[in-house]
């Protein structure tokens, strides 16, 4: 009798047909850890371009000069240019309405008002602010004087940006691209007085050559004396 036909039959894959299966189970594993890494890769490069400085300045500026200019006094704020570190009054070209410069400076009023205690700036008629800030161009930084106003005198006296009343002073950002335009601010004048509309038109760009344009214009509402 031939024992062999009594020995059991054993069925099971083979070392060729294991490598196959580890093979065929790997192509996703593979696929999902490449999906994986671009996937982290670009959620790095949109974090860090979000959270550059360039980018951080852009929000900086907007936030300070719709902040203040919103509050502003629209009978009381200028346009001026500069050349050399003498400030000047921007004017429009002839036949045109458009004027634009490298500064603004606002009038705005901080004081409070305690009806127990009127303070004489919220009861003199004459007061167009009790505080200013004057944004301007140094070079290729964009900076801010917030400062008090005493009388007429605030930020720009004569010709000059006089540091007798600052309060304090803010380089928003030093990524001014010059290559773009200087005249960072500019507002309408109709019949020689100010429309209350600014504008503000720059362009941000770093040493990595990250650009942002800033493009905002806001409307003053305040207005006292009337």
Do not use: C
């Amino acid at each position: 009798m031939n024992r062999k036909s009594f020995l059991p039959k054993i069925y099971g894959f083979t070392l060729i047909e294991m490598m196959i299966v580890v093979a065929i189970l790997a192509i996703p594993l593979v696929a999902v850890g490449i999906l994986a890494a671009g996937g982290s890769r670009s959620f790095r490069q949109t974090y860090n371009s979000i959270h550059k400085e360039v980018r951080q300045d852009a929000v900086a500026v907007m936030t300070a000069f719709g902040t203040v200019s919103r509050q502003s006094n629209r009978n009381n704020y200028k346009v001026y240019t500069i050349k050399n570190g003498v400030y000047a009054e921007a004017q429009p070209p002839p036949k045109q309405e458009i004027a634009s410069g490298q500064a603004v400076e606002f009038r705005y009023w901080q004081d409070p008002f305690d009806p127990e205690h009127p303070g004489e700036n919220a009861l003199d008629i004459s007061n167009t602010g009790t505080h200013y800030a004057l944004f301007y161009l140094d070079g290729s930084e964009l900076k801010v004087d917030y400062g008090t106003v005493d009388g007429d005198v605030a930020g720009i006296v004569g010709s000059s940006r006089s540091a007798a009343r600052i309060l304090r002073t803010v380089t928003l950002t030093r990524f001014v691209d010059l290559s773009k335009t200087t005249d960072l601010f500019s507002h309408s004048i109709i019949g020689g007085a100010g429309q209350g509309s600014v504008r503000l038109n720059l362009t941000l760009a770093d040493e990595e050559g990250e650009q942002v344009e800033v493009k905002t214009s806001v409307l003053l509402r305040m207005s006292w004396p009337r």
